[in-house]
């Protein structure tokens, strides 16, 4: 394979031409290229600058920026004591296809602050996460599910920062889809109201908040306590849960899509008009919830919005900065199909 010398700076470099590969740069060339020593450049880089005046630092930022200058993971990690990784941790749950929208743009975000993330699965013993914590040593780590007292003790005692957010953005609005939920429905005139739950073998973060939502609501809108039903994504539970209302119309505010088209489906099944005798009204906006016949009405929440919020909380954490409480808040919003 014929090769060639590339000199940057008096600095040689071998080069593969026939392939084509840039040849990496180091902070050696762009200590010589700002003219500065190299430990000046690490400094700069490694966000001690403070004690340098602002040309210095403006002039081995420019010639970072010119040679396209990349610092080594690994050299940083041995400065700080930490690596660049974010571990975000997926428990074993259920979230709407709106979690890869979440996490792509939580990957865009941490980037933008040299910060790099990486999925992994809940770990099922502390022994596991702290042999994950140690092993990864990394900046910090979210969580979709809050943390043990003894994974916050693991952490704590490593240094490494924390925050555990829900994928909607904030917990809090868990409970306000409940109540959403149910004041659409009270809207289109349903006065008897159910919360139908997830019954799966994952864990449920999210069903305790969301039906509190719905009582509180109820209860706010003077309608009586709502019932509370239980099925998996199955259509022979969701035909049991539909034969179980017969007679009696019933408007259900549905954990998710995947909840809310079973109950649909098995409506539908059993002859049962939508939405004079079974109303649903799901959460999440999925695709699917798009294209059934008739057309879910859900509710919508702005993906790229969580993301950020989840970034926000975790630098905030970082950085002791607090966020603002404006920026505390999603806008929750209505699609509204066929079914209420």
């Known amino acids: 394979m014929p090769s060639r010398v590339v000199t940057l700076k008096g600095r040689p470099h071998w080069g593969a031409e026939a392939e084509g590969q840039r040849v990496a740069t180091t902070s050696r060339d762009v200590a010589v290229h700002a003219g500065v ?25 420019r010639a970072a920026r010119e040679l396209q200058y990349q610092p080594s993971a690994a050299a940083r990690s041995l400065v700080r004591g930490t690596s660049d990784l974010v571990i975000a941790l997926i428990p074993d749950t259920t979230f709407g296809v709106n979690l890869q929208d979440i996490l792509e743009r939580a990957t865009e975000e941490l980037a933008e602050h040299g910060l790099t993330l990486l999925l992994r699965f809940s770990t099922p013993s502390a022994e596991m996460f702290d042999r994950l914590v140690s092993t990864a040593n990394p900046r910090g780590v979210l969580s979709f599910a809050p943390f043990s007292a003894k994974e916050q003790e693991i952490m704590r005692s490593r240094g490494v920062q924390f925050i555990a957010s829900s994928p909607d953005g904030h917990s809090g609005s868990n409970n306000d889809i409940g109540r959403l939920q149910v004041r659409h429905l009270h809207e289109r005139g349903h006065r008897r109201i159910a919360f139908a739950r ?42 049991s849960v539909v034969d179980s209302l017969a007679g009696t119309p019933t408007a259900i505010a549905c954990y998710n899509d995947d909840i809310a088209t079973a109950i649909v489906s098995a409506a539908t099944i059993r002859g049962r008009r939508i939405p004079q005798e079974i109303a649903a009204i799901g959460m999440d906006n999925t695709p699917l919830s798009q294209v059934i016949a008739p057309r879910l009405t859900t509710i919508d929440y702005p993906a790229s919005e969580a993301a950020h919020l989840t970034v926000a909380g975790f630098l905030a954490a970082v950085t002791g900065e607090p966020i603002e409480e404006s920026e505390l808040h999603l806008a929750l919003r209505i699609v509204e199909g066929e079914t209420t």
């Open 37 to 61: 020593s190299r430990s000046t450049v690490s400094e700069i880089l490694n966000g001690r600058g403070d004690k340098f005046a602002a040309a210095t630092r403006e002039k081995v930022e």
């Open 198 to 239: 997830l019954r799966d073998a994952r864990e449920d973060l999210f069903g305790d908040e969301r039906e509190s939502g719905v009582r509180d609501e109820c209860d706010a809108l003077g309608l009586p306590a709502p019932a509370v039903l239980q099925l998996g994504v199955d259509r022979d539970e969701a035909v």
